[in-house]
C-alpha cells in the first residue's frame, strides 16, 4: 500500500524567503504525485503534479517540485513566498486499489508567512 | 463551472441523530470521493465512487456510515445514529476517470455533533 509522509506539521518562514516543504512516499511503482493547498474554511486546490517526464514540474502561484527517485521525494519549492502562501499543504501519491485509483495524502504542512 | 457543491457548510446536530451530507460533482466527472477530515487523522479516504459505482468503501469507519450515488449528479454521505467523535470536516471531491486526474475538491461540511 502505498503512504506518503510530511515530516514537518508547521514550518515559519519570513515573506520574501525562500521555501521548501518535505515529501516522502512510499510505493512499489512509478508514483504518481500531487501538492495540494488548502486555505483556511476551504477544499483542497491542486498545485501541481508528476506522473512522468521531467523530473521538475511546475505549478501554479510559483510553485515547483522535484521527483528524486532514489530519495523517494517530492519536495515541494517556492523562491521567494509570500504572505498569501500562508496555508497548509499536502503531499499526496496514487495507486492502484482494488479495481480503481486511490489517493493517499500525507498529514499535510501548516505554512506560516511572517511580514 | 461551479466547481464541487457541498451542502450543508455547517451541520450542528445532537448525538443519535441523522445527519445527511450531499454533494454536487462537476459535470463530466465520473468519480467521486469523500473525505473526512480530522486534527487527530488528518485527510482520511472514506469512499470512492466511479460511474455511480462504490468502488472501495473500505475507508468508511462503521455501518453507521452510509454514502450513496443515484445518478451521476448527486451523492449522499449520511451517518446514523451521529455521534460526538463524527465531528470533523467532511469533503466531497470530483475527477475525471483515469490517472493522474486532480481531485476537485468541494469546500467541504463542517460538521458538529454535540
Known amino acids: 500500500a502505498q503512504s506518503v509522509t510530511q515530516p514537518d506539521i508547521h514550518i515559519t518562514v519570513s515573506e520574501g524567503a525562500s521555501l521548501e516543504l518535505r515529501c516522502n512516499y512510499s510505493?512499489?511503482?512509478?508514483?504518481?504525485l500531487f501538492w495540494y493547498v488548502q486555505s483556511p474554511g476551504q477544499g483542497l486546490q491542486l498545485l501541481l503534479k508528476?506522473?512522468?517526464?521531467?523530473?521538475l514540474v511546475q505549478g501554479i502561484k510559483g510553485f515547483e517540485a522535484e521527483f528524486k527517485r532514489s530519495q523517494s521525494s517530492f519536495n515541494l519549492r517556492k523562491p521567494s513566498v509570500h504572505w498569501s502562501d500562508a496555508a497548509e499543504y499536502f503531499c499526496?501519491?496514487?495507486?492502484?486499489?482494488?479495481?480503481?485509483?486511490?489517493?493517499?495524502f500525507g498529514t499535510g504542512t501548516q505554512l506560516k508567512v511572517e511580514l | 463551472d461551479a466547481g464541487v457543491i457541498q451542502s450543508p457548510r455547517h451541520e450542528v446536530t445532537e448525538m443519535g441523530q441523522e445527519v445527511t451530507l450531499r454533494c454536487k460533482p462537476i459535470?463530466?466527472?465520473?468519480?467521486l470521493f469523500w473525505y473526512r477530515q480530522t486534527m487527530m487523522r488528518g485527510l482520511e479516504l472514506l469512499i470512492y465512487?466511479?460511474?455511480?459505482?462504490?468502488?472501495?468503501d473500505s475507508g468508511m469507519p462503521e455501518d453507521r456510515f452510509s454514502a450513496k450515488m443515484p445518478n451521476a449528479s448527486f451523492s449522499t454521505l449520511k451517518i446514523q445514529p451521529s455521534e460526538p467523535r463524527d465531528s470533523a470536516v467532511y469533503f466531497c471531491?470530483?475527477?475525471?476517470?483515469?490517472?493522474?486526474?486532480?481531485?476537485?475538491f468541494g469546500n467541504g461540511t463542517r460538521l458538529t455533533v454535540t
Open positions: 510505493y512499489g511503482a512509478t508514483p504518481y
Open positions: 508528476y506522473f512522468s517526464g521531467d523530473t
Open positions: 471531491a470530483s475527477s475525471s476517470s483515469g490517472f493522474n486526474s486532480p481531485l476537485h
Open positions: 465512487f466511479n460511474n455511480n459505482v462504490p468502488i472501495d
Open positions: 499526496a501519491v496514487e495507486g492502484l486499489t482494488g479495481g480503481g485509483n486511490k489517493l493517499t
Open positions: 459535470s463530466g466527472h465520473n468519480s
